[in-house]
């Protein structure tokens, strides 16, 4: 249930700095911009900031190109803003901008599990299938109108957190949530071109890089691949193009849990793990300072990437085999 303060608060304030957690995804990037517009159209002046740039996939967006991106906070903050709403980010670490948000009065509405309630004000629903459901929850719990490009941005946000409607978070809930954004004017078939039909071409060399590296573990049900920086280079691909590829392993018959070690330019690998069923990958990515959901959840790791990359396979292994002893 939408807490009544949130309410009161969206109404009562008219600036709002709204923010996500550090290389922001479809759910993140989706329900930023369908925010924005929601705002808007109730008469309030918005602006994103976010650490990272979004994947170039996401470009088309609407508002994509006026997104604030990097550590120094756009003009006037933070005496123009009332509030700062932060989207999707269990941790206020995880924006990557936590001390100058400090400044404000923090709104936090997200569905991750173990999310710290670290805002004046908390929305958390661990049961939504994604962040961009809550935020069209918050939308008619305002009355406000959703403009057609919000409600294409908070459907992306939906698809890419369900994987297309594929993941167990696909539930009735996700399909009525979809029928509701439909209904408000979202195009399915627009928002299905931008993610699926727009791939930079350095996103799909760096496919080829990527799975040049696959290994299976576990008798085949743990894979894992790995993106160093120089996979980059030679595929002429930036940091966001590699969205979306942990799914081509998982997609490997008898694979049930796949981790990705993606280098980092500060020499630390960036752990993306997902899993299918009961495979419940978030408890290793909290065991590592992260976190997300049973199958999708990432963190980070140091040192060299073979010893890594043995470690969460065997974490991984054991994750498949606790869920089969269920």
Known sequence: MIPQSLVGRIRAGARFLVTSHTNPDGDAIGSELGLARILVALGKSVRIWNRDAAPAIYGPLPGADRIHVGDQPPGGFPEAFDAAIVLECPTLDRTGLEEPLAALPLVNIDHHLGNQHYGVVNWVETAAPAVGVLVHELAVALGARVPQEAADCLYLALATDTGGFRFANATPAAFEAAARLVAAGADVERVSRWLY????????????????????????????????????????????????LIDVPRSIAGVEAVALLRELPDGEWKISLRSRGAVDVETVARAHGGGGHRNAAGCRATGPVAVARAAFADELARAVESAHAD
Not at 212 to 238: K, N, P
């Open 197 to 244: 039909e727009s791939q930079p071409e350095g996103a799909v060399r760096l496919l080829g890089e990527m799975l040049a590296t696959l290994e299976r573990h576990a008798s085949g049900r743990v894979a894992t691949v790995v993106l160093e920086r120089e996979a980059f280079a030679r595929a002429g691909a930036g940091p966001g193009d590699s969205e979306g």
